[in-house]
T-cell receptor
Framework: KAGVTQTPRYLIKTRGQQVTLSCSPI?????VSWYQQTPGQGLQFLFE???????NKGNFPGRFSGRQFSNSRSEMNVSTLELGDSALYLC????????????FGPGTRLTVL | QQQVKQSPQSLIVQKGGISIINCAYE??????FPWYQQFPGKGPALLIA?????SEKKEGRFTISFNKSAKQFSLHIMDSQPGDSATYFC????????????FGSGTQLTVLP
């Protein structure tokens, strides 16, 4: 079974721009979570999607948004980028409702200049 | 605040030794406790996980010990190898509401040859 795929792997943007990151979960998995990883704040939960519905959102400003498609693929969007948004953005694949195990992808390294 | 406190921040162990990483949590609703291993440039990989109904779980050289009354859990790596050198994260979630993982701050493990 193929693992979690995240694209692009690396991205460089400038302040004020917006960015869209993509995640394809493990085949058959229906839920996706997103996390932000920085040296200062560590791993922080962004949001979780199940069957195209956002189930939970972490403590991030409204500039951070996401969605999930009918094929379980997910995207997250960050608008009006700030320098502090530079981070590794990780997507985790979850089998479905009732499952707790989260399998992480390799992440997208976003650098904001 | 739902926190998971992890110690030590860094750990150096000789090859063949035992590595021990500790975590403590506050939220008594947490009922799923995974450990992740992360190598530079990679996403976190699930190592082992435990639920509060058992006090210990072993998978190969990795063992989780869980103390529900003290709200503490720990990872023991037996016969540590240089290939185990990585950052280790404990985490916790409340599966009753959502699969939002709250992570510890991480432990940088170095196993000397």
């Amino acid at each position: 079974k193929a693992g979690v795929t995240q694209t692009p792997r690396y991205l460089i943007k400038t302040r004020g721009q917006q960015v869209t990151l993509s995640c394809s979960p493990i085949s058959g998995h229906r839920s996706v979570s997103w996390y932000q990883q920085t040296p200062g704040q560590g791993l922080q939960f962004l949001f979780e999607y199940f069957s195209e519905t956002q189930r939970n959102k972490g403590n991030f400003p409204g500039r951070f948004s996401g969605r999930q498609f009918s094929n379980s693929r997910s995207e997250m969007n960050v608008s009006t980028l700030e320098l502090g948004d530079s981070a590794l953005y990780l997507c985790a694949s979850i089998a479905g409702f009732g499952s707790d195990t989260q399998y992480f992808g390799p992440g997208t390294r976003l650098t904001v200049l | 605040q739902q926190q998971v406190k992890q110690s030590p921040q860094s750990l150096i162990v000789q090859k063949g030794g035992i590595s021990i990483i500790n975590c403590a949590y506050e939220n008594t609703a947490f009922d799923y406790f995974p450990w992740y291993q992360q190598f530079p440039g990679k996403g976190p990989a699930l190592l082992i996980a435990i639920r509060p109904d058992v006090s210990e779980k072993k998978e190969g050289r990795f063992t989780i010990s869980f103390n529900k009354s003290a709200k503490q859990f720990s990872l023991h790596i037996m016969d540590s190898q240089p290939g185990d050198s990585a950052t280790y994260f404990c985490a916790a979630s409340d599966s009753g509401s959502a699969r939002q993982l709250t992570f510890g701050s991480g432990t940088q493990l170095t196993v000397l040859p």
